[in-house]
């Protein structure tokens, strides 16, 4: 992620409120989207960077947001996008909340910094992206009724065990997954909203030369399939995960997920000064993800000395690197009016 500077020199990190240096408050503005340091007293607050009048976020007030509006008394737009938030009443509530908007806020940033849905025309009004933290409940004849984590029309759920770090890495080991993380969670299902408002809108016939007809494939009984039999033998020659063999939605989902990560450790690697990516729309992927492996492999011998897993693989196949450019190319493609004008059904 990129980072900035306070007024006093010191960096300022993603989720910084207040600098160690010159205990200046930080955040993030919405008027310019830069972190920074604000200057004032109280609420009379104006950022560093822009001089724009700054006020806290409400969520500021439950601690899971550090951002500044230009409006009083409001939400900034990264928070609006949560529609349901968990009741805060259980004591492990407002932690688990406060790690799932820290990702999502992440995401969003992210999206926005690439000029990818929802950031595209008028997806909001027409295919508008909504978020809700989810808890499993028990109803009064005592059944569980579970909050399964997924994309449907818009609606990103995500269930709030997932913030729970023990819980999570628990169902990692069980699925056999090799990472399992709350941003890894919200980049795979922000690909099925891409997916839903966009790839299938402005470039279906190529997407169904790459991942396949997913409506000529029947999901219930794929994901039976798949978790009764696994992935084939040889799914490492052509898709980026064995969960994405299951269905052409979840290959979709997968690749998504693989080039924002690609992306996102690109990114850093520029603010890190240890490279200059070039992470335009025209940018040629191939030579992008070849550069970025390189770091990966280097980051990822770091994470075996400390016993933790490695970022990525250390190489992708062919049939991956074409699915990883039809997802970048995204970036270049425009809503017709036609199309921009189609709401969903």
């Excluded at 849905?117 to 027409?126: K, R």
Aim: some cysteine.
């Amino acid at each position: 992620m990129k980072t900035s500077k306070c007024r006093c020199g010191n960096r300022i990190y993603f989720n910084n409120s207040v600098c160690v240096g010159c205990q200046s408050v930080l955040g993030r503005c919405t008027s310019c989207g830069s972190l920074a340091s604000f200057q004032g007293e109280a609420e009379q607050l104006s950022c560093d960077r822009c001089g724009s009048v700054a006020h806290r976020c409400l969520n500021q007030s439950y601690g899971v947001c550090n951002s500044f509006n230009s409006s009083a008394g409001s939400l900034c737009h990264w928070c609006e996008f949560t529609t349901v938030i968990p009741d805060l009443s259980a004591p492990e509530a407002q932690p688990r909340w406060a790690a799932l908007e820290t990702a999502k806020r992440q995401l969003l940033v992210q999206l926005q910094h690439l000029g990818m849905p929802p950031f595209v025309g008028n997806l909001q009004e027409t295919h508008p992206l909504r978020f809700e933290f989810l808890e499993d409940r028990i109803d009064s004849d005592g059944k569980v009724h579970q909050a399964f984590t997924g994309h449907e029309d818009g609606v990103v759920v995500i269930n709030m065990v997932e913030a729970d770090s023990v819980q999570r890495e628990s169902l990692r080991v069980r699925l056999g997954e090799p990472q399992r993380t709350l941003i890894g969670h919200l980049r795979h299902e922000i690909g099925h909203y891409i997916d839903w408002s966009f790839a299938s809108r402005v470039a279906l016939k190529d997407y169904h030369d790459l991942f396949g007809d997913p409506f000529a494939v029947d999901y219930e009984q794929a994901m039976q399939n798949h978790y009764a039999n696994g992935a084939p033998a040889d799914w490492a020659t052509s898709f980026v995960s064995q969960y994405a063999t299951m269905h052409p939605w979840e290959d979709f989902a997968e690749t998504v997920n693989v080039y924002l990560d690609i992306m996102a450790i690109a990114s850093t690697a520029n603010d890190q000064g240890r490279a200059n990516f070039d992470l335009s729309p025209q940018a040629d992927v191939g030579g992008l993800v070849r550069e970025v492996l390189k770091i990966v492999i280097e980051a990822s011998e770091y994470n075996f000395d400390l016993g933790l897993q490695p970022l990525l693989p250390e190489k992708l196949p062919k049939a991956v690197l074409t699915k990883l450019n039809y997802v970048h190319a995204l970036r270049s493609k425009e809503l017709s009016p036609e199309i921009a004008s189609s709401h969903a059904v």
